[in-house]
């Protein structure tokens, strides 16, 4: 009888953890939820510095840096030159969920509004 019991111990400490790592290989979400805005960044105040240089440099630069598979657009994420000049069209491709490419994760709402805010303020350094 003790002996059934830990066995059927066993058997549901084995369940238990089957069904917790489920968990974590269910369906990528359709927006991630987390965002890449730092604390005290408003749509009344970003600017290049406080937030679009960190967004394009670790989301854009491995493909569209130097040496990246992508280099031939918009080289060098990480100027504000280069992101002003193709600003219009860095936010679009992000607003309308073409980059980053699939399998990554699109950017949640509030990034894309983010960066129509960037824009719509005149893409301020
Ligand atoms: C995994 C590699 C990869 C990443 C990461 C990536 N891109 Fe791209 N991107 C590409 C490739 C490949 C092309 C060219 C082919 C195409 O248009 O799909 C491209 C093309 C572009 C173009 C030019 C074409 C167009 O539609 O105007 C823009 C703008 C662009 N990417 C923006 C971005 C932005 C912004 C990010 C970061 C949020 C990003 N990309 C991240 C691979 C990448």
Known sequence: MCVLKIRSGWLLLLLFSM?????YKKGEPVTSAATFIPAGVTAANVTHTNYVAGVLKNNCSTCHGKGGSADEF????????????????????????????????????????MLEAWINRGMPQ
Do not use: H
Not at 19 to 23: I, K, N, P, V, Y
């Open 19 to 23: 069904a917790f790592t489920g968990c």
């Open 74 to 113: 918009w080289l060098n994420t990480n100027t504000y030159q280069n992101a002003s000049e193709f600003g219009v069209r860095i936010v679009e491709t992000i607003v309308n969920g073409s980059m980053p490419p699939v399998p990554r994760k699109p950017f949640s709402a509030a990034d894309k509004k």
